[in-house]
């Protein structure tokens, strides 16, 4: 079945440091891959996106390429700031799996970035 | 145009008691889908409904909860006979067609709380 595995955090790291979060996925069908973030206390925003393979999303200096090759959607920001401590989940859905319309989440990472 | 709208925020309930969450779509969305995020986990699939029907509800309980989503007013996720277990927070999400394409916009959520 459709799966989202996603790097366990938590993650901490330094004002102006370099981020990535890994996210591999199992599909059966053709799968949107998709990173949402999460504020303390608020509902999922959508970050970023990518439909199909070597897409790459990009949105707020966050980036990820969709790599049908190793199953993988990594995100990656190359200087993170304060504000962006949240929690990061990458999700897909899958067009032509039996699934339509539900996404599938992994379990989330949590980013704290210090000044 | 409003964001997706889940009321109440909080909700406290003891056990044994009924639970209604309900959740307004955006402007011009005719698909709802109801997650629930337990302590420390990714979102959970419950239920995908457009207006008076039921997608699919393959991650609903079997028993206890009930959605609907009728011609008029807002989606109701509802809880009967509480339990400890279902302190959780709920988000609803909408998109204006299948989530394949174009992901979803989630509302803030609902936290509940069973004592």
């Known amino acids: 079945g459709d799966s989202v595995t996603q790097m366990e955090g938590p993650v901490t790291l330094s004002e102006e440091a370099f981020l990535t979060i890994n996210c591999t996925y199992t599909a059966t069908g053709y799968p949107s891959l998709f990173w949402y973030v999460q504020y303390p206390g608020e509902g999922l925003q959508l970050l970023l996106k990518a439909t199909k393979a070597d897409d790459k999303g990009s949105n707020k200096g966050f980036e990820a390429t969709y790599r049908k090759e190793t199953t993988s959607f990594h995100l990656e920001k190359g200087s993170v700031q304060v504000s962006d401590s949240a929690v990061y989940f990458c999700?897909?859905?899958?067009?032509?799996?039996?699934?339509?319309?539900?996404?599938?989440f992994g379990r989330g990472t949590q980013l704290t970035v210090w000044p | 145009n409003a964001g997706v709208m889940q009321n109440p925020r909080h909700l406290v309930r003891r056990r044994g008691q009924e639970a209604r969450l309900r959740c307004s779509p955006m402007?011009?969305?005719?698909?709802v889908y109801w997650y629930r995020q337990l302590p420390e986990e990714g979102l959970k699939f419950m239920v995908y409904?457009?207006?008076?029907?039921?997608?699919?509800e393959s991650g609903m309980p079997k028993e206890r909860f009930s959605a609907e989503f009728p011609k008029e007013g807002p989606s109701i996720l509802r809880i009967q006979q509480v339990v400890r277990g279902d302190s959780a927070a709920y988000f609803c999400?909408?998109?204006?067609?299948?989530?394949?394409?174009?992901?979803?916009?989630f509302g803030s959520g609902t936290r509940l709380t069973v004592v």
């Open positions: 402007k011009g969305h005719s698909h």
């Open positions: 409904l457009q207006k008076e029907n039921i997608i699919d």
């Open positions: 999700a897909l859905s899958d067009r032509g799996g039996s699934t339509l319309g539900r996404l599938y």
């Open positions: 999400a909408s998109s204006p067609a299948g989530a394949d394409n174009h992901g979803y916009t």
